[in-house]
T-cell receptor, first 116, second 115 residues
Framework: AQKVTQAQTEISVVEKEDVTLDCVYE???????LFWYKQPPSGELVFLIR??????QNEISGRYSWNFQKSTSSFNFTITASQVVDSAVYFC?????????????FGTGTQLKVEL | DTGVSQNPRHKITKRGQNVTFRCDPI?????LYWYRQTLGQGPEFLTY????????KSRLLSDRFSAERPKGSFSTLEIQRTEQGDSAMYLC?????????????FGSGTQLSVL
């Protein structure tokens, strides 16, 4: 069975600091997909990024970057020059290709607090 | 705007009562999912529909839970004889495709409190 571990329950940083959110996953499938979602206080989860298991290329989007390493089963998320608006709960999630549909297995989330 | 409307936003009920939640896609999506999220946890998959067909149900979905999507558009999730352990946020999500890599569009959820 698949599993996603986000060991950091809560992180507090001061605005403009860089912060990395860790994600470690477990799966027996050779084809799988990894996601990050953001959950602001309003409640709805917002999609940030997806990677497939065959694409280990790191990705940068503005202040966001993602480091996918199959060797360590990790998919870490870095926010550069954090801002107060980045405060939210961030979830890492896994979907297996053989599972049918897009049933996500989520981690327990990391609460990020960015203070002035 | 995520394209998903969920009602009500909050529901308080007494143990043993039945409750029903509704999910209304604002635009057409083939797949509709229900997830449950308890405090401090990530969402957990409950069930999903391809149009009006319910294709899979999680072991988490006891026989007190029933979901429908009668015309392949809106969906309802009913919990009968609620228990305190049912207290959670119930999230509806949509996707356009059936692929496992398809991103989901989530609603804001219905927060259920069972007293």
């Amino acid at each position: 069975a698949q599993k996603v571990t986000q060991a950091q329950t809560e992180i507090s940083v001061v605005e403009k600091e860089d912060v990395t959110l860790d994600c470690v996953y477990e799966t027996r499938d050779t084809t799988y997909y990894l996601f990050w979602y953001k959950q602001p206080p309003s409640g709805e989860l917002v999609f940030l990024i997806r990677r497939n298991s065959f694409d280990e290329q790191n990705e940068i989007s503005g202040r966001y970057s993602w480091n996918f390493q199959k060797s360590t089963s990790s998919f870490n998320f870095t926010i550069t020059a954090s801002q107060v608006v980045d405060s939210a709960v961030y979830f890492c999630a896994l979907s297996e290709a053989t599972g049918g549909g897009n049933k996500l297995t989520f981690g327990t989330g990391t609460q990020l607090k960015v203070e002035l | 705007d995520t394209g998903v409307s969920q009602n009500p936003r909050h529901k308080i009920t007494k143990r043993g009562q039945n409750v029903t939640f509704r999910c209304d896609p604002i635009s057409e999506h083939n797949r509709l999912y229900w997830y449950r999220q308890t405090l401090g946890q990530g969402p957990e998959f409950l069930t999903y529909f391809q149009n009006e067909a319910q294709l899979e149900k999680s072991r988490l979905l006891s026989d007190r839970f029933s979901a429908e999507r009668p015309k392949g558009s809106f969906s309802t999730l009913e919990i009968q004889r609620t228990e305190q352990g049912d207290s959670a946020m119930y999230l509806c999500a949509l996707s356009n495709q059936a692929a496992a890599n398809e991103k989901l569009f989530f609603g804001s959820g219905t927060q259920l409190s069972v007293l």
